[in-house]
Nanobody, 128 residues
Framework: QVQVVESGGGLVQAGGSLRLSCAVS????????MGWFRQAPGKEREFVAA????????DYADSVKGRFTISREHAKNTGFLQMNSLKPEDTAVYYC?????????????????????WGQGTQVTVSS
């Protein structure tokens, strides 16, 4: 069974940085596309970023483009979300997800139900 475990959340001041990690169990990590989503209180879960199985393609929500960077390291079965220039509106629970049969079009990977495996979430709080 595939397990997804996020870490790295916390409290940071506006303008600061955090790096989230996402460890994925199993021997087929390189075949999964990965996505990061977030959910703020009272709001729907929203797409943040996605990366293709080989890491060659990435995409971001407009709200984080230029500030966040998604990456992956196959040797460690781990994905990352580097978050810079954080804003109070970035405050949310951040979820990592993995998808089998990943497809390279935005309507697919920006939709949460494209993903098969989810982590428990990690809280990110940005103070003003």
């Amino acid at each position: 069974q595939v397990q997804v475990v996020e870490s790295g959340g916390g409290l940071v001041q506006a303008g600061g940085s955090l790096r989230l990690s996402c460890a994925v169990s199993g021997r087929t990590f390189s075949t999964y596309g990965m996505g990061w989503f977030r959910q703020a209180p009272g709001k729907e879960r929203e797409f943040v970023a996605a990366i293709s199985p080989n890491g060659g393609s990435t995409d971001y929500a407009d709200s984080v483009k230029g500030r966040f960077t998604i990456s992956r390291e196959h040797a460690k079965n781990t994905g990352f979300l580097q978050m810079n220039s954080l804003k109070p509106e970035d405050t949310a629970v951040y979820y990592c997800s993995a998808a089998t049969g990943f497809k390279l079009y935005r309507n697919y990977y920006s939709n949460w139900d494209a993903y098969d495996y989810w982590g428990q979430g990690t809280q990110v709080t940005v103070s003003s």
